[in-house]
């Protein structure tokens, strides 16, 4: 079933009380973001079993952790089916990496802003090029179905 990378996160983040040790909050979610990374079922399933293995000491939150996203809910990471993000919206996914890459907190004079728009849009569109090799393609349909989209909610 398909999970929403980013709601699985905050969920995630909210039950990590269950550590007493505060200071592995940090270094537990970098680890789920490294297994979230997985590009492969394969992949993934080494990665969980390498995490379960590292945190065994963190008893109550490996068992929320096991029963909740690896059990029942496990297609939270991002090799689970070609050119579907792993967020249940691309558009906010796409607003994300704009904001991280291309946004500038201050205000620009409007030649200055041209300029920036103008090389903003040029790299999109060479990464979105299908002429070259590591393209990323942009879907105009999903290719994923509906009900898996409704299965991701519950």
């Known amino acids: 079933m398909v999970m929403c990378w980013s709601h699985m996160r905050k969920r995630v983040q909210k039950k990590l009380h269950l550590t ?3 200071n592995l909050h940090n270094e537990i979610m970098d680890d789920i973001d490294t297994v979230q990374l997985s590009n492969s079922q394969k992949t ?29 809910k496990n297609g939270w990471y991002e090799g ?6 792993s967020t249940n919206n691309a558009l906010e996914a796409t607003n994300r990496v704009i904001k ?19 090389s903003i849009v040029m790299k999109w569109s060479k990464e979105r090029n299908p002429i070259r ?14 009900s898996h989209w409704t299965d991701g909610y519950n």
Request: charged letters at 30%; hydrophobic letters at 40%.
């Open 100 to 118: 991280d890459e291309d946004t500038i907190r201050g205000r620009l004079v409007l030649s200055r802003f041209t300029v920036v728009v103008f």
């Open 133 to 146: 090799v590591n393209s990323k393609k942009f879907e105009h349909q999903p290719s994923i179905t509906l």
């Open 20 to 22: 007493e040790d505060k």
């Open 80 to 85: 689970l089916q070609m050119y579907v993000s």
């Open 44 to 72: 993934f399933e080494v990665a969980t079993k390498l995490f379960l293995k590292k945190w065994k000491s963190e008893e109550k939150v490996l068992q929320y952790f096991s029963s909740e996203w690896l059990e029942s």
